[in-house]
């Protein structure tokens, strides 16, 4: 009897030799791959041959390559921006300022970032509200803020103050340089509190300057330049000039402590009458005028001039527009020469910027 052929054993063996044969040969290929690797690695690493090798020594700068480049390396270029976003912190302190030549409460103010104002109320006790009593080498207190340093009084109250200074008491308690304990906002007499936004009336100190018909004024109280009035003369022409060959500030513009105008006049320039009348005061005035001429217009104006190095005019005198009156100086109050110069109207004063002519 024939043996059967066993067809599934057949088939079983030749498919498991061709599984060994396929592990086999990818074992083969992976060897064959990481010797292949090491031999590159092997040839990279070797070092050239002794005749390649270039020492320092043998380098000479003349056989280096010259930069023919336009300076600039080809890179993004970056703009390097300073800012940061921390806010400034407030001035808090008090500064002790000396006045120099040519300073006026106008500068002062303006270079500190204040009001005039804040200068002329923090500094009463040497400037007594007047602006011309400024001099070289005054000591003034310059506060970080406007309004009002004050120095406590005996009986003040925070509410008391606050409405003096016509501001709010939370403005003073909760302004961190006064450093108030809230629990118990108590301030000692003769301690000095800023006051931020506070305000008061100005103690103007003027030259009353009356009309030509009117009586004078006396020479005792407002300097020997007063005169005893009642005189007749010429009449302004209702329109005004230049009374100085610059037209430029140098010194206080008009604010509500100063009521004129400092022009820039050099020491000996000659000083022109804005508009013709007559000579109302002339010489020498008190309050740190220096040497003042004033002119009544006769049509409701008069015009002032002050700080003047001489005076070429006297009282009762008719000067037409244009002639010369005096020379400019620094006479008075005046750190520096300038004309001090006013207008007024019917008593009440005028900004001169609004009635002269464009510069």
């Known amino acids: 009897m024939k043996k059967r ?5 057949t088939i079983a063996w030749i498919i498991t030799i061709g599984l060994v044969a396929v592990v ?3 074992g083969w290929q992976r060897i064959q791959n990481e010797n292949h690797d090491t031999e590159g690695m092997s040839i990279a690493t ?10 320092k020594q043998e380098i000479e700068v003349d056989s280096l390559p010259t930069f023919t480049g336009d300076g600039y390396h080809s890179a993004i270029p970056r703009r390097v921006v300073f800012f940061t976003d921390i806010p400034p912190r407030p001035k808090l302190e008090i500064i002790d300022y000396a ?4 300073d006026s409460v106008f500068s002062i103010a303006l270079s500190n970032d204040l009001t005039p104002e804040t200068i002329l109320w923090s500094n009463y006790d040497v400037l007594k509200d007047n602006p011309h009593s400024l001099s070289v080498g005054m000591q003034l207190k310059i506060p970080p803020t406007n309004g009002i340093y004050y120095q406590w009084q005996e009986g003040d109250t925070l509410e008391g103050v606050a409405a003096q200074f016509k501001t709010d008491i939370r403005d003073i308690l909760y302004w961190p340089g006064n450093r108030f304990d809230l629990t118990n906002p108590e301030v000692q007499a003769g301690n000095m509190i800023m006051i931020p936004g506070g305000q008061r009336a100005f103690q103007q100190w003027i030259i009353p300057v009356l009309p030509r018909g009117a009586a004078g004024v006396s020479s005792g109280i407002y300097g020997a330049g007063a005169c005893p009035g009642g005189y007749q003369g010429v009449y302004g022409t209702g329109g005004f000039i230049w009374p100085t060959v610059n037209h430029y500030i140098s010194g206080n513009d008009y604010w509500s402590g100063h009521l004129a105008i400092d022009i820039a006049a050099a020491p000996g320039e000659r000083i022109s009458a804005a508009d013709s009348g007559v000579i109302v005061f002339a010489g020498w005035a008190t309050g740190g005028y220096g040497y003042t001429v004033a002119i009544d217009h006769g049509n409701g104006y008069q015009t002032l001039y002050a700080h003047l190095s001489a005076v070429v005019v006297s009282c009762g005198q008719s000067v037409i527009q244009g002639q010369t009156i005096g020379y400019g100086g620094s006479t008075g109050n005046s750190t520096g020469p300038h004309l001090h110069f006013e207008i007024r109207y019917q008593g009440g004063f005028v900004n001169p910027w609004y009635v002269l002519p464009a510069p």
């Not at 052929?5 to 054993?9: E, I, L, V």
């Not at 006045?99 to 040519?102: A, E, L, N, P």
């Open 46 to 55: 070797e070092r050239p041959p002794e005749s390649t090798v270039v020492s």
């Open 99 to 102: 006045v120099q030549s040519g």
């Open 24 to 26: 086999i040969l990818i």
């Open 5 to 9: 052929f066993d067809w599934f054993s």
